[in-house]
């Protein structure tokens, strides 16, 4: 099987990942300045949610870009679940953050700090909430694509939370990091505000604690999915509804014995008995098996697909809508 270049798998790499990975970068170095000038426990704990972001998204691009391989006669189901690890590694790597953020968190509750260079902090934090708010909103436009479930306007939003389980590992990955990311820049931004303005000193820590509380809300979740994502998982519904209209299209096809289709990174393995319609010679029956499987593999989304034929035995196996013939 022939394997592509290293500048093709590159350009098929997931990029939000890689686009969420430069801007925490710098969000990372800017806020890690700022909380050595400032002494602010909110900065720091958005310095090392920044930090933990730009690791992690840099390790789930180049997984991403890993999952892209072509199968191989050593591995010939592709490389898939290489995501699903490199997205394991990032969830480390946040629950590593996360402890030091709750940490630091504790110690300016039991001993606050005096917070300085109030202007400097508000400016980065307003540039946090632009960049990541701009990352966020791309990462939402991905998901309705993926999901091909594309909105606009307010819709994308909605439309985001209501369909991010069927986008690939790396999307969700970034969905969530900078969901958590646009509110701890906006809870720091109001700690630093408050700390600096009135006498509660206190908020400063507390609002550290939060950050990285959510910070491990997100390791949860990201580890759950990629759990499940390592052992496979099931398609969707909607996926598996989708890939049975398309094999019901052929008026030879009268019912589906069995649908197994298994997600594996953001690719999908179909496995099929079709029921036929009876009477027809084998080899217009092969004809009709690759036919449909030609047509199932024009779905980029689709790896590969193993079809057995079976003849109509006259009870109808498959439960789900069937369209209709004209």
């Known amino acids: 099987m022939r394997n592509?270049?290293?500048?093709?798998?590159?350009?098929?790499?997931?990029?939000?990942?890689?686009?969420?990975?430069?801007?925490?970068?710098?969000?990372?170095?800017?806020?890690?300045?700022?909380?050595f000038i400032s002494g602010s426990g909110a900065m720091f704990a958005s310095a090392m949610h920044s930090l933990a972001d730009a690791v992690n998204q840099g390790f789930v691009f180049v997984g991403s870009v890993l999952a892209e391989k072509k199968p191989t006669e050593k591995f010939p189901t592709?490389?898939?679940?290489?995501?699903?690890?490199?997205?394991m590694v990032a969830?480390?790597?946040?629950?590593?953050?996360?402890?030091?953020?709750?940490r630091e968190g504790l110690h300016l509750v039991k001993h606050p700090a005096d917070v300085k260079?109030?202007?400097?902090?508000?400016?980065?934090?307003?540039?946090?909430?632009?960049?990541?708010?701009?990352?966020?909103?791309?990462?939402?436009?991905?998901?309705?694509?993926?999901?091909?479930?594309?909105?606009t306007g307010l819709h994308i939003f909605s439309n985001a939370f209501k369909h991010v389980k069927r986008?690939?590992?790396?999307?969700?990955?970034?969905?969530?990091e900078d969901l958590v990311a646009v509110t701890g820049a906006a809870l720091a931004l109001i700690a630093v505000l408050v700390s600096y303005f009135s006498t509660f000193q206190l908020l400063d820590g507390i609002v550290t604690i939060v950050i990285g509380f959510l910070m491990v809300g997100v390791a949860f979740r990201v580890g759950y999915d990629n759990m499940i994502g390592l052992i496979g998982v099931a398609a969707p519904k909607e996926v598996e509804d989708r890939i049975a209209s398309v094999i019901f299209e052929h008026e030879a096809v009268i019912d589906i014995f069995k649908l197994r289709i298994t997600q594996e990174g953001r690719y999908y393995h179909v496995e099929s008995y079709l029921?036929?319609?009876?009477g027809l010679p084998l080899s217009e029956a092969d004809d009709i098996k690759f036919s449909i499987q030609d047509?199932?593999?024009?779905?980029?989304?689709?790896?590969?697909?193993?079809?057995?034929?079976?003849?109509d035995h006259g009870n109808q196996e498959w439960k789900g809508s069937i369209p209709e013939r004209h």
């Open 295 to 311: 047509k199932l593999m024009k779905d980029p989304d689709i790896a590969d697909v193993t079809l057995g034929i079976l003849e």
């Open 91 to 102: 969830v480390i790597v946040v629950s590593i953050m996360a402890y030091e953020t709750i």
């Open 4 to 35: 592509d270049s290293f500048l093709s798998l590159v350009k098929k790499g997931n990029k939000s990942s890689l686009f969420a990975m430069v801007g925490n970068g710098i969000l990372a170095i800017a806020k890690g300045a700022a909380y």
């Open 117 to 151: 260079g109030i202007w400097l902090n508000v400016s980065i934090l307003l540039l946090n909430i632009l960049i990541d708010g701009a990352i966020l909103i791309k990462v939402m436009k991905e998901i309705g694509q993926e999901a091909r479930a594309e909105s």
């Open 78 to 87: 592709g490389f898939g679940r290489v995501i699903n690890l490199f997205c």
């Open 275 to 278: 029921e036929l319609k009876k």
């Open 167 to 176: 986008a690939s590992p790396p999307t969700r990955l970034v969905f969530y």
